[in-house]
């Protein structure tokens, strides 16, 4: 049992009042420091998140900074364009390759109406046609008629203009209405007493049917003879070929240092864009691939990967220089040149050879067939064969991809001085790995195949040139 002083208060009953208000006292002052720590608190939260939100939202965003490719700044400046005196020597080779006085040679807007008029066309579904007709009493050996609908007619009479044709080419243009039939005024009014009528192979079907129902000669695509013509290339052609070409394996090289562990693929287009347009090229494209990636030759949609430190990275590119075409391919290695897996090392070493086996074998009067399968017998020696998937190349010039194909049905077809086509073996082993290096060539007056960038890749780490 509890003693009495064990249970007697600490404060005697007598000063009970007193008592009360002490701890009365007591509690508001205990309460005013609660709430003044309790604001305090708040006022420090309060504080740091405007703290936080000044630092995101207003602070300056952080800008990704393109590389400075200031050395690559009018890269081609000294190349001139196609002068006027280029269409008379044109005309002129199709005047001589057309085998009779009365023939003709029809064409749609396109390369080949550029190649011989510089008239510049959109399609659409009214037929817009240039006529050219051998005449020897033209100084070009060709008469030019420009067929037009008549509310484009305007338009067409600008587009002659804006060509910059020279005296001698003077196109007449015909006319036709909408409630007329534009194949019977082309072949009243542009081809009568035309005995053979050739038609330009990329025409629409429509547009051979429509003539060849109404014109009294005989209608046919255009012979390979005719069709030669396009594929040689002038000396201005070369000079702005091999300079778009440069220009173009020159970007490839100043952004390979720039290709760092964590980069997208986009990133890397990003990139690669920027080096091309400083260079001064147009219309540039860029097909950017890491590691398996590059085992789909025109890469897979939807998919995209970031390189690694020891990744393997395809870039292929390209772009337009007064009106001609750059197509170069570069596969190359991130990290140490022990680290990189020896098979894959490999295979770049055996696609280069491959590239050599073409330029050293190629020469004029070489078939197309027999050039693709230079390089082809070089990787199916070495046990690679079905993985190199498509043609060696395809010609370039006003077009990315147009005649002469290298491939091993093309018996027919013979290289001849001025001709120029790409030269790009690859190695497509699926989920695993792809490589492929691709140049331009020309085969030049000696009839030897000329690289038309600066060399050929000299090895998969700086992908600096042969010397």
């Given at each position: ?7 007697t ?5 007598s ?7 002490h ?11 609660r709430?003044?720590v ?29 590389p ?30 057309l085998?009779e ?7 749609e ?6 190649y ?15 006529v050219?007709?051998?005449?020897s009493?033209y ?27 020279p005296e ?13 039939s534009?194949?019977?005024v ?45 594929m ?8 702005i ?122 020469h ?15 990787i ?29 049905g ?58």
């Amino acid at each position: 049992m509890a003693s009495q002083e064990e249970i007697t208060p600490l404060v005697g009953q007598s000063n009970n009042g007193g008592q009360r208000r002490h701890w009365s006292n007591v509690n508001k002052k205990t309460m005013f420091v609660r709430w003044a720590v309790i604001f305090s608190l708040l006022a420090a939260l309060s504080g740091g998140v405007w703290a936080l939100q000044s630092l995101f939202h207003h602070a300056p965003p952080v800008k990704k900074t393109q590389p400075n490719f200031d050395s690559l700044r009018d890269y081609c400046a000294h190349i001139d364009a196609i002068q006027p005196s280029e269409y008379i020597k044109r005309q002129k080779k199709l005047a001589a390759a057309l085998p009779e006085e009365s023939s003709a040679y029809v064409m749609e807007g396109g390369p080949t109406m550029l190649y011989y008029t510089n008239i510049k066309w959109e399609l659409s579904e009214r037929p817009f046609l240039v006529v050219l007709t051998k005449d020897s009493t033209y100084e070009s050996g060709i008469k030019t008629k420009v067929v037009t609908p008549m509310f484009e007619a305007t338009r067409a009479v600008e587009a002659i203009k804006s060509a910059n044709l020279p005296e001698e080419i003077q196109p007449e243009v015909v006319q036709w209405i909408e409630h007329e039939s534009p194949y019977e005024v082309t072949a009243e009014q542009a081809l009568a007493n035309i005995s053979t009528i050739y038609i330009e192979p990329t025409t629409r079907s429509f547009i051979f049917d429509g003539i060849s129902k109404v014109s009294s000669g005989k209608v046919e695509i255009a012979s390979r003879k005719l069709q030669t013509l396009r594929m040689v290339k002038s000396s201005s052609e070369i000079d702005i070929l091999r300079c778009a070409n440069h220009a173009t394996e020159e970007a490839i090289r100043q952004v390979r240092p720039f290709v760092q562990p964590g980069m997208t693929e986009a990133d890397i287009a990003n990139t690669m864009t920027h080096a091309l347009t400083t260079a001064g090229l147009t219309n540039t494209w860029v097909l950017a691939l890491i590691d398996e990636n590059a085992a789909f030759p025109h890469g897979e949609p939807g998919q995209t990967k970031k390189v690694g430190r020891d990744s393997t990275v395809l870039i292929d590119t390209g772009g337009e220089y007064l009106g001609y075409q750059s197509d170069t391919t570069r596969t190359f290695f991130l990290g140490n040149r022990g680290d990189h897996n020896q098979t894959i090392v490999d295979a770049w070493y055996l696609v280069k050879q491959a590239q050599q086996s073409v330029i050293k074998n190629g020469h004029a009067g070489s078939s197309c067939a027999e050039i693709d399968l230079s390089a082809r017998h070089v990787i199916t020696r070495a046990g690679y064969g079905r993985y190199f998937t498509h043609r060696l190349g395809h010609g370039i010039g006003e077009e990315m991809h147009e005649e002469p194909y290298m491939n091993q049905g093309n018996t027919d077809l013979h290289l001849e001085p001025g001709m120029t086509f790409s030269v790009e073996p690859g190695i497509y082993v699926p989920h695993e790995f792809g490589i492929r290096l691709e140049d331009i060539v020309v085969v030049n007056e000696q009839g030897q195949l000329e690289v038309l960038t600066s060399g050929l890749a000299d090895n998969p780490w700086t992908i600096t040139a042969d010397d």
